[in-house]
């Protein structure tokens, strides 16, 4: 209980911080955004609504102080502002509408990326010096050591241009209304493939090779040599005995991971232009839209943090070191 | 300062013992076979990089008329849309690429090492604050916070850098702190403190050496950060878009829609050489491990033989 309450006062700090960054960086950057994302939108804002942002992003003669204190007050109360590309929308509600999408997308590679390659990590280290073992990782170091979204363009070019495998863009085709009908969903699915193999193919040789090194360290136990001893099944032993000690490691990546679904498919969202978080953060940057920028920002955060605190708790389930202590 | 490091003599404290493993650590990597290969391909990167303006002498993004033309004697790798010649582009692109992943790499190596050794060497309250700092940047999704800081600032080289520094000094921070930390409770550092050493003095002349290996280690993955996350800002648009570097090359490659036209060798050379140059980074990176860590090793008659002969 102490550990997980130490967490989570951790995870507020950290919190914390992302939204005093958010705070300070207008207040730093030279020039006043607000008149800039005036003349963008052609004089559609109130007064009203100029004065809030003026307020939001600095460009206002009140102490600091009291300036932070009407900040985090409304952060806190869910007050983000109104977007400016997508005016007069409210920034949370644009942000509603995309995270599904990089839930869906991260997701989907996250649970694959980990399954296989801890999977080969595991068979890896059982034969050591087998073909999976000295064939595939330096063939998966290579394939992670491309730039991303070079390999996503790379993807998207043969797949998608070339040998018209896949849709290259986009969530869903065009046109097709959103409903739980398997037309949709098998559409949803032919989008998903490519984003989400690049991503798992960059990403699986980090899994494996954890997996495999920790998995060696576990083999030289002597509770393996015992339940070799006892005769018991090679694979039952591997599995049972020696992945599962391993494992925990893993745990703690899945639980970064998870921050990388959110914020590190941004990449790959902007290549095959799919309709994410990610996407929608370089639009803001792109548009001068500081409000969803920030908004973007710290809704990618919160959700990393959130992720985090909750491979703690499953933590403290799996390690009794850690409730003992 | 990390190859300073390597080479610097072995300390008073330890003559015997720090330099016969220095030196077997030297040997170990010219024989790696993993650590010759990466090692040979960096040195032909690097001397491309400061022969370039030698090789591809004028201005290599100098718009020509000759637009998207295939691979030919004339232009080894073709040209891009406005007529520039892409190996020009890639060679001259080495040069900002390796300058901007070297200088992260190592000012995030060395911050990392200062507060590394600062949280080992003095504990307690200086320890509990600068873990706290790390460990919030750790957590603090990279890439968004990598655009958030660019859209802020001004666009040039110096932003880059800076926001790069930013977000990937934590990562070494905390793989050194905690070598830092085991190294710490040595004997040999109690002995220090004892005579009266000054902390800078045990810091960086009793600890620091000692972690020699895994400073390398740190360094070749801030440097291959650097470069990869470097590549993806300026992808992205969000570095300074006036320079040639692999990033941009590939931004622009992107911009003129490249793919889209079927010109696939104006993407494919940036986005190799970074590759290459990440992979010979990795390669080096791995061998060093192997070598450190016996366990890690290859081993002649693998455990697992043994095992299934038993059978």
Redesign the interface.
Known sequence: MRFILRRLG??L??FW??ITL?FL??R???GDPVSRMFARTQGKMQPEQIEALRKMLGVDKRPLWEQYVDYMHNILTGQMGVSISRFPTPVTEVIASQIGWTLLLGGTALVFAAMIGNLLGILAA?????AIDSGLPPLL??I????????A??A??LFG?VLGWFPIRHAFTDGLEPAFTWEFIGDVGAHLVLPALTIVLVSIGGWMLGMR?TM??T??EDYITMA?AKGLR?GRIMLRYAARNAMLPSVTSFGMGL??V???A??TE?VFAYPGV?YQ??NA??GLDYPL??G??LT??AA??LA?FLVDILYVRLDPRVRSN | MTTAILKQPAEPTEPTAARKPNRSFVHGLITNKKALVGMIVMLVFIALALLAPVLFPGDPSRITAMASMEPSPEHWLGTTAKGQDVLALTVHGSRSSLFVGLTVGFASTFIGILVGLASAYFGKFIDEALSLATNVFLLLPGLPLLVILAAFLQPGLGTVILVLVVTGWAGSARVLRSQALSIRSKDFVAAAVVSGERAGRIMFREILPNMASIVMGTLLGCVIYGIGAQAGMEFLGLGDVSTVSWGNNLFWAGNEGALLTGSWWVFVPSGACIALVAFALALINYAVDEVTNPRLRKIKTPKNTERSAAK
């Not at chain 1, 059982?126 to 087998?130: H, M, P, S």
């Open positions: 951790f995870y700090i950290a911080a992302s958010n960086l207008p730093f950057m030279p059982w034969r050591r010096g087998g170091i290579f992670g050591s491309f730039p991303y979204f070079w390999l363009m790379g998207l070019y241009v090194n060696i360290a083999n030289s070799e090679p921050g990388f959110v914020g590190g941004m990449l902007v990610g953060l370089l940057v792109q920028m920030q973007l920002f990618i955060t990393v943090l985090n």
